[in-house]
């Protein structure tokens, strides 16, 4: 089966739980690896989407050129995964780092800066957060644990290993109040997942920091002049499994990308 086969009928059984027309297309972007690996990191994003009204499509780089396929959508996701090169933000390559793939690396920046000139609705998670403050020129710590020993524990390797883990919640989360993620799910005490050994440093000046861990680690950006584009760095697809207040971050988003297909973002 080819990727865009492999792709399409993924697509289909997403779309299958919508009973009906999505209120607007999302990109998830992915490699081509990861279309026919059914990757962990898409195992719960079309759901959490297709639950909210929004349709799913997979956008990889062998299924056409970037502007084409931006050109389908109305919001796009840029999912968890492996490391950033860190020679797109001036890091350090001899510190812990798992698989790089400067190519994909590429790609998603691609689609990230056009979704910028766009104003189009976008949402990172974990490595999605962390790749859009390095496509609009922020830094990041390259692990956690080497730069700043004293910080909590942000990757548990069972967590990431295991599925049935990944939603359970690990660490508080302080949110500003003004901010568009308050606006989905408050500002009441809440604590969230965390599988990540990378996190935003130097916060771009496109962004702002609009959530924090107990440790002051950077746990959600956006963009202050479009707030309908950021980031979290904890995964609300599987915390929704236990909690169904993360479901409103993908309510929201939706609903984002509905008012941007019709016109009325902004």
């Known amino acids: ?35 026919i690996q059914r990757n962990i990191y898409l195992k719960e994003l079309g759901p959490s989407l297709s639950h ?17 396929m931006m050109d389908t959508l109305h919001a796009l996701l840029v999912p968890g995964g492996d490391d950033i090169d860190p020679e797109l933000y001036g890091g350090d390559p001899t510190l812990p780092h798992w698989t790089i793939d400067r ?18 609705p976008l949402l990172g998670i974990c490595r999605g ?24 524990k942000h990757f548990y390797t069972l967590v990431v290993k295991r599925r049935e883990q990944r939603r359970h919640a690990v660490h508080g989360l302080k949110i500003d109040p003004q901010s568009r993620l308050a606006s989905w799910i408050g500002t009441e005490p809440v604590t969230v997942n965390s599988m990540h050994h990378m996190c935003i440093d130097k916060v771009s000046s496109l962004l702002r920091a609009t959530a924090w861990a107990d440790d002051e680690t950077i746990e959600a ?13 904890f995964h609300p697809e599987w915390l929704r499994l236990e909690n169904p207040l993360f479901q409103k971050i993908f309510d929201g988003f939706v609903e984002d990308g509905e008012r941007f297909r019709t016109g009325t973002l902004f």
């Open 129 to 152: 957060e962390e790749l859009i403050n390095v496509a609009v020129g922020g830094t990041l710590v390259d692990d956690i644990k080497t730069v700043h020993p004293e910080s909590l």
């Open 52 to 68: 909210s009204g929004g349709s799913p499509r997979l956008i990889f780089p062998s299924r056409g050129s970037v502007s084409e």
């Open 1 to 35: 089966m080819s990727h865009l086969e492999k792709a399409k009928q993924l697509e289909r059984r997403w779309m299958a739980r919508l009973g009906g027309q999505g209120r607007c297309t999302i990109g998830i972007l992915c490699s081509d690896d990861c279309v």
């Open 103 to 120: 190519p994909f690396d590429d790609f998603e920046i691609e689609c990230v800066r056009l979704a910028f000139e766009r104003r189009m």
């Open 221 to 233: 950006v956006e963009n202050p002049r479009s707030p309908w584009q950021g980031g979290v760095q």
